[in-house]
T-cell receptor, first 115, second 112 residues
């Protein structure tokens, strides 16, 4: 049972275009929603994150939009560049019954930005 | 340089031969965890540790063991590996409850 559903599985965008990746969750106990970027041969690295008390967070070309009532959030990459080509994972986090913060990941989106 | 170091990076082994993947962090982090990454499934947590001698199961713990005897090290042990444990494994550490998780570079394990 996948608690965080991510789409699309792969995405091809022209340089300068907008990349949009969507995620949806079920568990309302999630209280932190990070996005990770992973390049081939590397581990995931935190890109940007949001808490559910705000509807949008922007850092440079990267923006998270968050819709609490719909239990959906998305990553927008403006002016996409070939260097953005990577796998992107959304995640949702909560504090579990053992008082530990636990991350649940989406299935990942492989983004290719064409030059 | 702050980092999480995993060894080995690549490993091919045979079914049933015990193996250990090591993980070490130099950030004095309390929290450490292991994930496996499989196509179409994202990263799934295997085990996590909140501090020395404190470990707990994640979402997919079957077939794995861990130990946390020292704060900096969190090895993943496969007592009797099977082909369905062929995967890409990541170790991660975090300094506190609400801080960023840092990931190692991964260990690609193939069990034949």
């Amino acid at each position: 049972q996948q608690q965080v559903k991510q789409s699309p599985q792969s995405l091809i965008v022209q340089k300068g275009g907008i990349s949009i990746i969507n995620c949806a969750y079920e568990n309302t106990a999630f209280d932190y929603f990070p996005w990770y970027q992973q390049f081939p041969g590397k581990g995931p690295a935190l890109l940007i994150a949001i808490r559910p008390d705000v509807s949008e967070k922007k850092e440079g070309r990267f923006t998270i939009s968050f819709n609490k009532s719909a239990k959906q959030f998305s990553l927008h990459i403006m002016d996409s560049q070939p260097g953005d080509s990577a796998t992107y994972f959304c995640a949702a986090s909560l504090i579990n019954s053992g008082s530990a913060r636990q991350l649940t990941f989406g299935s990942g989106t492989q983004l290719t930005v064409l030059p | 340089e702050a980092q999480v170091t995993q060894n080995p990076r690549y490993l091919i082994t045979v079914t049933g031969k015990k193996l250990t993947v090591t993980c070490s962090q130099n950030m004095n982090h309390e929290y450490m965890s292991w994930y496996r990454q499989d196509p179409g499934l994202g990263l799934r947590q295997i085990y996590y540790s909140m501090n020395v001698e404190v470990t707990d199961k994640g979402d997919v713990p079957e077939g794995y063991k861990v130990s946390r005897k020292e704060k900096r090290n969190f090895p993943l042990i496969l007592e009797s590996p099977s082909p369905n444990q062929t995967s890409l494994y990541f170790c991660a550490s975090r300094g506190g409850m609400n801080t960023e998780a840092f990931f190692g570079q991964g260990t690609r394990l193939t069990v034949v």
